[in-house]
């Protein structure tokens, strides 16, 4: 081998030539270092030190070339719209001007020669299964097993039989599964579908397109789906300028008519241009207060939903026995690791103590002893017929409460609870036969709110749900506060099923009350309050709902005729069971708090004397949540 010195007086040598052959010389050099390099990818010896100067020289300058090729290639991509391979450019980069395209080269070390061409010490090579250099493997297959986290799949639902896009969040190899045939169950999220829909699924029929096509197929969605979004906002600008335009148009209209009214009686101009009541105002002056949005993950900034989202990502537990009754869960419960591990395909619960169990002979031989109670424990405060009520206290019943609150989280996502009971009582709602109390529902609510909440949890088991139970523990909780002589609400925000069973009943105890109260001309959103318990600010919100709030100059009117209230009469009937005060025997819990209860329905505010009255039209007055009217203090989740 010539020596460094050698190598540079020849480089010396040939670049003192005269430049008139430059080109020539350049290209019959090209073609020794070529001729070199196959002779060393053979595993030939050079035949003299000149060739064997050559393939050391080709051997130092192939990255640089390749390197300077890629970034030549890369640009002219850029500049075409597309983004050729790294291989192409960098034999692009290494041909002279005018030349033709030189063949991809394999270039190795005369010493690696006899390690087989997969053990070179670099590669370069063009086609669909080009390796990245050094990595020494082609690029994997999406469609090949394990699916990568975060690829879409297009998956049979099993609740309408139609396929649906999804999402694999996580992936589990099975027992199954050998090295040559790789085996993978999946933990996938349906796209448009609540976390509860998520589910494990097996590679079989269900699975009707592949990552590759499924993604494809998303793309495409969420591309109409972006052109639909920028359609709607330019729609809902012009609605805005129009209204913009109208508002001017009927203020200035007001204006003029005010002026001309007031200098004919003499009057003096007011400063704000509003005249004194609504008796002057004109059909175009009502406004239909807007309804508030519900947002269910209101208080929640984006990393607080990411990281209870990445915690929460995959069920820990399938499948829930209780009682005779199996449900499947819906969301993740932090049962201990070290009783129930990741993941359980069935959790045998205790429907007496709530007790957990990972087999159901454990669970029959512990309720087989004797003195085993088959009632919640606390104290039994209504019953009727087969439905009987208890409260349990978190301090006394702590394990109990703990065990529930479980239980709860394996059906509610963001709302739970299950270190620190005591602050808390529950009420647990029982169906009664002759083995016992079976339950079938709760909800908890804080011994002492300093924002007058009086539910924070609440939940009917899946097993027995369209009973109307949920409405009746709604109905219980505001029966507990007309006993306290309070206005109540639920906490804020709200699950989605939440919302769901809150607004039907808020919608059809308000119209009942409009109803039964029709001929009074006079009635304010407190006198609703005093007698529903409801707060003012979901009595607000519910008649956003409707449709039957209106704001004129400042002030709010109930736009109820009779035929509407007959009307959403017969849409939102009352609807049973409810609550009968005659089989409640409960006395309010004493605390240790301030006697001035700022939610108790004696220290509310009378409605303003003297408010204006429209015809055909009952007037809102009183307060309004803090200052919340016209809905802002709507649901939250």
């Known amino acids: 081998m010539p020596t460094e010195k050698k190598r540079k007086a020849t480089k010396a040598k040939s670049q003192s030539l005269a430049p008139r052959g430059a080109a020539a010389r350049a290209a019959e050099n090209k073609k020794r270092k070529q001729a070199a390099a196959e002779r060393a990818s053979k595993g030939l010896a050079p035949e003299s030190e000149e060739e064997a100067e050559e393939q050391e020289e080709a051997e130092e300058e192939a990255p640089d070339a390749a390197a300077q090729g890629a970034a030549q290639g890369a640009a002219q991509g850029a500049a075409q719209g597309a983004s050729p391979p790294a291989a192409q450019g960098a034999d692009q980069g290494s041909s002279p001007a005018g030349a033709s395209e030189a063949p991809a080269l394999t270039i190795t070390k005369p010493e690696d020669a006899d390690k087989g061409p997969d053990k070179g010490a670099s590669q370069a090579t063009t086609g669909n299964n080009t390796p990245k ?92 789906k972006k052109k639909e979004q920028e359609l709607e906002k330019k729609r809902q600008e012009q609605e805005e300028e129009e209204r913009i335009k109208r508002e001017i148009a009927r203020d200035e209209d007001n204006a003029t008519r005010k002026t001309r009214v007031r200098r004919q009686s003499g009057a003096s101009p007011r400063p704000d241009g509003e005249p004194a009541g609504p008796a002057g105002a004109g059909a175009g002056a009502i406004n239909v207060v807007a309804v508030a949005e519900i947002d269910e993950h209101e208080g929640m900034d984006d990393a607080a939903l990411k990281e209870h989202e990445e915690v929460t990502k995959v069920k820990n537990v399938s499948t829930v026995s209780l009682g005779r009754f199996s449900m499947d869960t819906w969301y993740f419960s932090p049962y201990p690791k070290n009783i129930i591990g990741d993941h359980v395909d069935t959790l045998y619960i205790c429907e007496f103590t709530f007790k957990f169990y990972l087999s159901k002979s454990s669970m029959l031989r512990d309720q087989s002893r004797p003195g085993l109670r088959r009632h919640p424990p606390g104290n039994e405060i209504y019953r009727k017929g087969k439905v009987a009520m208890f409260e349990v206290d ?125 001929h009074q001309s006079h009635k304010s959103i407190m006198d609703i309050s005093k007698e529903t318990s409801i707060m003012c600010e979901d009595i607000v919100f519910t008649l956003n709902q409707m449709g039957l709030l209106r704001h004129i100059h400042g002030e709010y009117f109930i736009a109820a005729e009779n035929d509407i209230i007959d009307h959403l009469l017969a849409q939102h009937p009352i609807k049973q069971p409810t609550v009968d005060f005659s089989c409640l025997h409960w006395s309010p819990y004493l605390t240790e708090m301030p006697k001035r209860d700022k939610f108790s329905i004696h220290n509310k505010r009378p409605p303003a004397a003297g408010a204006a009255q429209n015809e055909d039209m009952m007037t809102v007055t009183g307060e309004f949540g803090g200052g919340r009217g016209g809905g802002s203090g709507a649901l939250g989740r």
């Open 133 to 224: 250099e050094g990595s020494g493997k082609p690029k994997k297959d999406p469609d090949l097993h394990p699916y990568a986290r975060g690829a879409m799949l297009e998956v049979q639902y099993l609740a309408d039989g139609k396929p649906r896009l999804a999402e694999v969040i996580e992936r589990s190899e099975l027992s199954t599964s050998t090295p040559e045939v790789p085996l993978y169950k999946y933990y996938i999220h349906y796209h448009d579908l609540n976390r509860r829909m998520d589910e494990w699924v097996m590679p079989g029929p269900r699975i009707i397109s592949l990552p590759s096509v499924a993604g494809a197929k998303y793309k495409t969605m969420q591309q109409a």
């Open 394 to 518: 978190g301090s006394a019943q702590r394990e109990y409460s703990q065990n529930l609150c479980y239980l709860a989280k394996l059906f509610l996502d963001h709302k739970t609870l299950y270190y620190d009971v005591d602050p808390f009582l529950f009420y647990v709602l029982c169906e009664q036969d002759e083995r016992g109390y079976h339950p079938v529902g709760y909800y908890s609510k804080e011994k002492y709110s300093d924002v007058g909440y009086n539910l924070a949890c609440i939940l009917t088991f899946p097993c027995h749900q369209r009973k109307g139970y949920g409405r009746f523990l709604i109905d219980f909780s505001y029966a507990l506060s007309k006993v306290e002589e309070k206005v109540g609400s639920p906490e804020k925000p709200m699950s989605d099923l939440g919302q769901q069973a809150y607004k039907p009943y808020w919608t059809s105890t308000i119209v009942d009350y409009l109803h039964r109260n029709r």
